[in-house]
């Protein structure tokens, strides 16, 4: 591998961990904490059938 190409890979290699790190802390900054609650009626709601009773088995 001549010295261009090494240096080559060592930029995108430092790119690409650049942009890990970047998603990484976004992620942490805006996304961990974040909650969705979900219930019977709104999942059935969603699919369009209705909410089964509590503790019914199919």
């Keep these: 591998m001549t010295c261009d190409e090494q240096r080559l890979v ?20 805006f996304v961990r904490d974040a909650r969705v609650p979900v219930d019977a009626e ?7 059938t209705p909410p089964s009773p509590q503790g019914a088995s199919r």
Excluded at 14 to 29: G, Q
């Design 10 to 29: 060592r930029h995108l290699v430092t790119a690409v961990l650049v942009k890990l790190v970047v998603l990484t802390a976004l992620w942490w900054v």
């Design 42 to 48: 709104q999942t059935a709601a969603q699919i369009g």
